[in-house]
């Protein structure tokens, strides 16, 4: 099964960016549908974005609409989360997940995780 491992979190102030990675290894990379989801403390985990094998369907929930973008590098197996005009409210720890299939909003749907990257936003 394929392992995943996020990177590129950090401390930001509100308006700015960050760019997340995920990392896969193992298996055949490009045959995953990715997810990002995302859990603030005290809350639950909760679907931010996903994108199919070869990038042609995309979702967002909608509170992330127009300022994140995912995207994806099966050459590099490697999909990414762009997030600009970040606001307070983004604070979160950030997972990357897998499945063979397509995209799913609820996290029971969803086999490997990576172990998160804390992304704080600071306003």
């Known amino acids: 099964q394929v392992q995943l491992q996020e990177s590129g979190g950090g401390l930001v102030q509100a308006g700015g960016s960050l760019r997340l990675s995920c990392a896969g290894s193992?298996?055949?990379?490009?045959?995953?549908?990715i997810g990002w989801f995302r859990q603030a403390p005290g809350k639950e985990r909760e679907f931010v974005a996903g994108i199919s094998w070869e990038g042609g369907r995309i979702s967002y929930v909608d509170y992330v609409q127009g300022r994140f973008t995912i995207s994806r590098n099966n050459a590099e197996n490697t999909v990414y989360l762009q997030m600009d005009s970040l606001k307070a409210e983004d604070t979160a720890v950030y997972y990357c997940a897998a499945r063979t299939g397509t995209i799913q909003t609820v996290t029971i749907a969803w086999n490997s995780w990576g172990q998160g990257t804390q992304v704080t936003v600071s306003s």
């Open positions: 193992g298996g055949t990379f490009r045959d995953y549908t």
